[in-house]
């Protein structure tokens, strides 16, 4: 691969360190915010608060991972603001980083599947909501996502290594630390200027073969991380879809509780659209990889270089912007943070919704003839 442009390096520069940086520290504020108003969201249904709190925990982890493997390393490698001891130990971290990001974008993947499939069981299903939405089964399915995330991803940990090597066998800089893209074309020099060793990043005789870096990196990943959630996706969404349109019509602009857990589901629905909006630039550059690898349809390294940039801001996007859905479309997590950080004048009039969760029980609020109800209590 050729060496990157200046264009190219100005691009990572302003990608990775100043908005992917900005975006990062954004996101890790906001989904732990989320974390906090979701558990004394009373409105929402239990099983739902929990999932959109394991959603955010999740999101923490991919942003930590992603301003470790993208902002720390570029700012390593194109600028010289961190001291050479950290330079020289790089390359040993970045061979766990790529399983790692790998391993907590996946898990978020699901996440966001079995947050979706609980609202189709409660919406579409109610009948079975008892049964399979409960928390119970949801901590069981939260802890099988992430074993099989960890499980699915454990050959990384051995498909690359760090060698030390003479300057004149060192390879080209190529690719960028991508720990889900573009490690099919990493690697990254490290010289220390005391010892005047030379680090470098290779795959290992497992990473070249043909089994991992064809069957298993390029055909099961894009199966587990875009093919599977994806079909899923789109089959809970159009039924959740369908059933609130179905509800409109049946209770039009009806002020009853019911209208909050429609108005959850809606919420819901956003975030499911905005995650499909901002993984679909991945799928197209597998899309894309495949055809230029297999079918002849040439692209150039640079607009890969541009392509597996761009598909990480979007990671980034996805995972940070959460908090801007459920503060637009939720009116009660609006309310509660604002009072957290003070800037709410007056308490929110919403009550616990037994629709929503039926095995929480309700105490009616009395009737109080003041301009601003006080707040229920359970």
Same mark, same amino acid.
């Given at each position: 691969?050729?060496?990157?442009?200046?264009?190219?390096?100005?691009?990572?520069?302003?990608?990775?360190?100043?908005?992917?940086?900005?975006l990062?520290? @954004?996101?890790?504020?906001?989904?732990?915010?989320?974390?906090?108003?979701?558990?004394?969201?009373?409105?929402?249904?239990?099983?739902?608060?929990?999932l959109?709190?394991?959603?955010?925990?999740t999101?923490?982890?991919?942003?930590?991972?992603?301003?470790?493997?993208?902002?720390?390393?570029?700012a390593?490698?194109?600028?010289?603001w961190?001291?050479?001891? +950290?330079?020289?130990?790089?390359?040993?971290?970045?061979?766990?980083?790529?399983?790692?990001? !790998?391993?907590?974008?996946?898990?978020?993947?699901?996440?966001?599947? =079995?947050?979706?499939?609980? /609202?189709?069981?409660?919406?579409?299903?109610?009948?079975?909501?008892?049964?399979?939405?409960?928390?119970?089964?949801?901590?069981?399915?939260?802890?099988?996502?992430? +074993?099989?995330?960890?499980a699915?991803?454990?050959?990384?940990?051995?498909?690359?290594? $760090?060698?030390?090597?003479?300057?004149?066998? !060192?390879?080209?800089l190529?690719? !960028?630390?991508?720990?889900?893209?573009?490690?099919?074309? #990493?690697?990254?020099?490290?010289?220390?200027?005391?010892?005047? /060793?030379?680090?470098?990043?290779?795959y290992?005789?497992?990473?070249?073969?043909?089994?991992?870096?064809?069957?298993?990196?390029?055909?099961?990943?894009?199966? $587990? &991380?875009?093919?599977?959630?994806?079909?899923? #996706?789109?089959?809970?969404?159009?039924?959740?879809?369908?059933?609130?349109?179905?509800?409109?019509?049946?209770?039009?602009? !009806?002020?009853?509780?019911?209208?909050?857990g429609?108005?959850?589901?809606?919420?819901? *629905? $956003?975030?499911?659209?905005? @995650? *499909?909006?901002? %993984?679909?630039?991945? *799928?197209?550059?597998?899309?894309?990889?495949?055809?230029?690898?297999?079918?002849?349809?040439?692209?150039?390294?640079?607009?890969f270089?541009?392509?597996?940039?761009?598909?990480? #801001?979007?990671?980034?996007v996805?995972?940070?912007?959460?908090?801007v859905?459920?503060?637009?479309?939720?009116r %009660?997590? &609006?309310?509660?943070?604002? &009072?957290?950080?003070?800037?709410?004048?007056?308490?929110?009039?919403?009550?616990?919704?037994?629709?929503?969760?039926?095995?929480?029980p309700m105490?009616? =609020?009395?009737? +109080?003839?003041?301009?601003?109800?006080?707040?229920?209590?359970?």
């Open positions: 691969m050729d060496l990157p442009s200046a264009a190219f390096i100005q691009y990572q520069i302003v990608v990775y360190i100043y908005i992917m940086g900005a990062c520290t @954004f996101g890790i504020t906001g989904n732990v915010l989320s974390i906090v108003v979701l558990g004394r969201d009373q409105t929402i249904r239990r099983t739902t608060g929990f959109l709190q394991m959603l955010a925990v999101d923490v982890f991919c942003l930590v991972s992603n301003l470790i493997a993208d902002t720390l390393h570029a390593l490698r194109w600028k010289d961190l001291p050479e001891t +950290v330079q020289v130990i790089w390359p040993y971290v970045l061979v766990y980083l790529a399983p790692i990001a !790998s391993t907590t974008t996946t898990a978020s993947v699901w996440m966001v599947v =079995l947050l979706t499939a609980d /609202r189709y069981v409660a919406i579409c299903r109610p009948l079975h909501a008892a049964q399979y939405s409960t928390l119970p089964r949801l901590r069981m399915a939260i802890a099988v996502i992430w +074993v099989l995330a960890i699915f991803y454990v050959p990384r940990f051995f498909a690359l290594t $760090v060698v030390e090597v003479s300057p004149s066998n !060192s390879l080209p190529s690719g !960028s630390i991508s720990g889900n893209y573009s490690t099919m074309n #990493l690697t990254w020099n490290s010289t220390s200027a005391q010892s005047q /060793r030379m680090l470098e990043i290779r290992t005789d497992m990473g070249i073969t043909k089994v991992y870096s064809v069957v298993y990196l390029l055909c099961l990943n894009s199966i $587990v &991380r875009f093919l599977i959630p994806m079909v899923a #996706l789109v089959f809970f969404n159009q039924c959740l879809v369908h059933a609130l349109r179905e509800s409109d019509q049946l209770r039009c602009h !009806s002020a009853t509780e019911g209208g909050t429609r108005q959850h589901t809606w919420m819901l *629905v $956003v975030v499911v659209i905005v @995650f *499909v909006i901002c %993984q679909l630039p991945g *799928v197209a550059y597998y899309v894309c990889y495949v055809l230029n690898e297999y079918a002849n349809v040439l692209f150039s390294d640079s607009a270089q541009y392509a597996a940039t761009t598909v990480e #801001l979007m990671h980034v996805n995972s940070s912007v959460n908090i859905i459920y503060c637009i479309m939720g %009660q997590f &609006r309310a509660i943070l604002l &009072r957290m950080i003070g800037c709410d004048g007056q308490r929110s009039n919403l009550t616990p919704n037994p629709e929503m969760d039926p095995g929480r105490v009616p =609020l009395p009737h +109080v003839p003041t301009p601003h109800p006080p707040e229920h209590s359970q």
